[in-house]
């Protein structure tokens, strides 16, 4: 099953389910799983789990080859979790307090609020990556105080949401935010094509 399609079946399951208004669009999903391939990520890194959609596509695209650590908080999203994920792969934590400092995360993917979101410096790689699911400006910001000379790129979509899914089918499909922090040469050139890419689709949605 390629990524596209893995993208949209967690998106589509995951819409059917309670709490499915605050998922990962898919191309979010989509992407995100893009740029662990590319990458070879190994160790990933997600600030507020919520109900498992991009953690569930994560683990049915690369299984065991990842070793995946999530915080959540909230009572309900940790009950959802426990119904929605089936493998073990994977450690909840509180808040980033909790995560363990010596394991250095290669993706960090923020999609809820932490307070502690400054920590995120002294858990990441030194080619680290940080993907924002969503709008979250204010959390966009902390990144960009704490990484500035961080390469940015908003990734978005020339697709409107899948009629069948928890969106509505008349708007984009939402979009994700990537900082390569200190960036290879090989992450400057997905980067720079991203950059035109992102681009294009500004341009063609004003005549679609």
């Avoid at 990842?66 to 089936?86: D, H, Q, V």
């Avoid at 073990?88 to 307090?97: A, D, P």
């Avoid at 979101?117 to 105080?145: A, F, T, W």
């Amino acid at each position: 099953m390629n990524l596209k399609q893995i993208a949209k079946n967690t998106y589509l399951e995951f819409s059917n389910y309670e709490g499915s208004q605050h998922i990962a669009s898919e191309f979010s999903i989509f992407k995100t799983l893009e740029i662990i391939k590319k990458n070879n990520v190994k160790n990933i890194l997600e600030v507020g789990l919520g109900i498992g959609t991009i953690a569930k596509a994560v683990n049915t695209c690369f299984g065991n080859k990842i070793i995946y650590t999530g915080t959540e908080a909230n009572p309900f999203c940790l009950e959802s979790l426990k119904r929605n994920l089936s493998f073990k792969n994977i450690k909840v934590c509180s808040s980033l307090n909790d995560v363990d400092l010596n394991h250095k995360q290669e993706l960090v993917i923020v999609d809820g609020k932490d307070e502690e979101l400054s920590k995120v410096s002294k858990l990441i790689s030194e080619h680290g990556i940080i993907m924002i699911e969503g709008d979250r400006k204010n959390q966009q910001n902390k990144i960009y105080s704490m990484f500035p000379k961080a390469l940015f790129v908003h990734l978005i979509s020339s697709k409107k949401n899948h009629p069948k899914g928890v969106f509505d089918k008349n708007s984009w499909q939402g979009g994700i935010k990537v900082f390569f922090i200190n960036p290879s040469l090989k992450q400057k050139l997905y980067w720079f094509k991203e950059k035109i890419k992102t681009k294009r689709v500004y341009l063609n949605r004003k005549y679609l």
